[in-house]
């Protein structure tokens, strides 16, 4: 389903971010994805740390709350599969 049709449910307005993330999760996941140009990216050269500070901010300063060490754990694993 293209994105421009799922911005015109009413429900979005009426509902917020949460009516979005339970019925169009992959939908705004993949528009973001697209919109930040992370294929782009990716292609010339994006590491995984690069992917992750966009997708989600942190400050490598600050205490890690866990999800930069998962993002980290899962790509491994996942790499480690593909290889």
């Known amino acids: 389903m293209e994105f421009s049709k799922i911005m015109e449910d009413p429900k979005i307005l009426e509902n917020g971010p ?9 939908a705004a996941a993949g528009w973001w994805w697209d919109s930040a140009g992370m294929n782009q990216k990716i292609s010339t050269g ?26 980290r754990n899962y790509y491994a694993m996942i790499y480690d599969i593909l290889e």
């Open 18 to 26: 949460e009516y979005v993330a339970e019925n169009y999760a992959w």
């Open 46 to 71: 994006y590491t995984v740390d690069q992917v992750s500070g966009t997708v989600i901010y942190w400050d490598k300063d600050a205490p890690d709350n866990g999800s930069y060490s998962e993002r």
